[in-house]
């Protein structure tokens, strides 16, 4: 009775998450409909992404949002009424990132190709996007509800992933599912996370390419060693 309570729980979770990411792609394109560039909610968009990603979603004000946009705090709630409304846009905007980074299926190939594939994904998407990463790793520490929901929606990504790679006999068949999805969401975002104190023992600073290049090689061979079959595909 107690697994079928755990299975319940986690179909649930799963359930939310896959709600979350189509309500915020939703909001996201109707966004994106409304602006062709960066100008005006955009603009403001992406000037909450930074101050919540540098202060954190309580300590950053419309006023702080305003002023880094360049614009009046009353063109801010022209677009969005309320700080709530602006934070569900930049939700909105960081899950849409990420589905359209990793939603697509991983060629067909070898195992070591597809994971190798799947790394370069992830350090692409690392690369492209620090902010909205540093926003949701340090607001889902805080326990912030929207970015909660955020790493939710990164974990249903993530589970996608392996569920193709495992029907398509690249894994291993007693892998864990559920925890090489939470190990890929939690390496992503505590790196990001600790970065400063990462840095310190690296000799250039993780965001250059080579130490970008160093993260993917050397997080492809744990998940090869601890993840895929002892003899892989040639």
């Known amino acids: 009775m107690g697994s079928q309570l755990t299975s319940n729980v986690s179909l649930s979770r799963v359930g939310c998450a896959e709600l979350t990411i189509r309500s915020y792609c939703i909001l996201c394109a109707c966004m994106n409909e409304a602006t062709s560039d960066l100008t005006g909610l955009a603009r403001i968009r992406n ?29 801010v709630q022209h677009y969005f009424p309320s700080k709530a409304a602006l934070v569900e846009a930049v939700n909105a905007h960081v899950i849409a990132l990420a589905t359209n980074a990793f939603s697509g299926p991983i060629e067909d190939g070898s195992s070591l190709a597809a994971l190798q594939e799947l790394g370069d994904r992830l350090t692409e998407f690392v690369a492209e996007h620090p902010t909205a990463l540093s926003y949701v790793a340090r607001s889902a520490a805080d326990g912030e509800t929207g970015a909660l929901g955020i790493f939710d929606a990164f974990l249903q990504i993530a589970r996608q992933q392996w569920q193709r790679l495992a029907d398509r006999d690249l894994l291993r068949a007693d892998i864990d599912l559920e925890w090489s999805a939470l190990h890929i969401v939690v390496l992503v975002l505590g790196t990001i996370l600790l970065k400063d104190a990462i840095d310190r023992h690296l000799p250039e600073p993780f965001f250059t390419t080579a130490q970008l290049e160093r993260w993917n090689a050397a997080g492809s061979a744990l998940f090869r060693e601890g993840t895929y079959r002892t003899n892989p595909d040639p």
């Open 47 to 75: 000037a909450a992404l930074d101050r919540f990603a540098q202060d954190g979603v309580a300590a950053a004000s419309i006023r702080d949002v305003a002023k880094h946009a360049g614009v009046s705090p009353g063109l």
